[in-house]
């Protein structure tokens, strides 16, 4: 189990978008994420006119090092470190670890 997963929200903590927050699109091997409207760059498309596709300057979401973000915590509305505890019943849950509230209802 990791500590961040798809759809999490998160907040930047180092970099050029430091205290934005978004969502997680994907998580990669190499230890990065994609996070939704963090580390844009601008990527140059080349057109193909027999395809349709229009060519020109598109803004892409760059992968970010897992490291430099943090969940963010609705109720305290701030980043949290995750820890992972068993419930009764044996299930593996992720839990905020100021609050000690479980992350995964």
Known sequence: MQKLKKGDEVIVL???????????LSVLENN???????????????GNPNAGVQGGIIDKD??????????YNPET???DRVGFRFLEDGKKVRYFK???EVVDA
């Open 14 to 24: 180092i970099g050029k978008d430091k205290g934005k927050q978004g969502k997680i």
């Open 32 to 46: 990065k994420v994609l996070v939704e409207g963090i580390n844009r760059a601008k990527k140059h498309t080349k």
């Open 98 to 100: 100021s609050t000690n």
């Open 77 to 79: 509305k701030k980043a």
């Open 62 to 71: 760059m992968p970010i090092n897992i490291s430099n973000v943090a969940l």
